[in-house]
């Protein structure tokens, strides 16, 4: 199976997603949905290989395909969630396999006069999954005063502070190599400042090795994010060759991504 063959098959499964979220009146996080359907079909090998700024080669295509559905007025991108429309609707029953839909957005077929929309699908299927715990262990974690929040934000004038957390810390196994323990979000060398460009930032030096860490947010692992900036979703996953590595946090998408050098 090709690379294009793959994202095809994760392009209907982003349609196939948001259809049945859409019987529950949900508008789901756009990384949510991309982590679903990567799940669904998992990454190759190549498409795994990590690309400037630390993105996973299938996700960037996944998610520059994602823009053809919005062109063709299938789906919605908007600030609360993404959303899928009537048309995006008919386009999963007159385009019900990835080649039917790729061939359809590629040649510009439009959806045949009659089609309707899909029907119901049973409670079962239409819940959403679950998200998976992350892989590591939580431990109890005390989230900054209040005093300690607002010292820190006043480190660099000029920072976007609307809707910023108070503190947001990168948890993981290479806590040790920064002088913590792994996965302690409360030690000051994990500790993420807050640019003037409204990004969270953590510079480091690592050794060489594969390391996973997650995004705790307020210095508790009620509030954390791992990849494609799910709510307790799966760790964030990678390997380094070893020296300095530099980690940029978006709390609009929630994301984290990671710039070697």
Do not use: C
């Given at each position: ?98 080649d039917k839909l790729a061939d359809a ?132 996953e990678f390997a380094h060759s070893g ?16 710039a070697q050098g």
């Open positions: 199976m090709s690379i294009r063959d793959n994202n095809n098959r994760r392009l209907k499964e982003v349609l196939d997603i948001m259809a049945a979220g859409s019987w529950l009146d949900e508008k789901p996080n756009g990384g949510v949905v991309l982590a679903e359907a990567a799940a669904r079909i998992p990454f190759s090998k190549e498409e795994s290989e990590l690309l400037s700024g630390g993105i996973p080669r299938g996700h960037k295509n996944l998610t520059k395909a994602t823009a053809d559905l919005v062109k063709v007025g299938w789906i919605t991108k908007g600030r609360g969630g993404w959303e899928i429309t009537e048309n995006g609707l008919r386009a999963t029953v007159a385009f019900d396999t990835a957005l590629s040649d510009g077929t439009l959806i045949p006069a009659g089609t309707p929309l899909p029907e119901k699908p049973a409670e079962a299927a239409a819940k959403k999954p679950a998200a998976k715990k992350p892989a590591a262990k939580k431990t109890s974690a005390k989230a900054p005063s209040a005093k300690a929040a607002a010292a820190k934000k006043t480190e660099a004038p000029g920072v976007v502070l609307e809707n910023q957390p108070a503190s947001v810390a990168l948890a993981g196994n290479f806590g040790h190599a920064l002088g913590a323990e792994n996965w302690d979000p409360n030690h000051p060398s994990l500790q993420m400042t807050l640019a003037e460009t409204g990004t969270w930032q953590l510079s480091a030096d690592l050794p060489a090795g594969q390391y996973s860490y997650k995004a705790v947010v307020n210095g508790s692992w009620d509030e954390n994010y791992g990849a494609f900036g799910v709510l307790d979703g799966a760790n964030h020296g300095p590595i530099s980690f940029h946090y978006d709390h609009a998408t929630k994301d984290v991504l990671r």
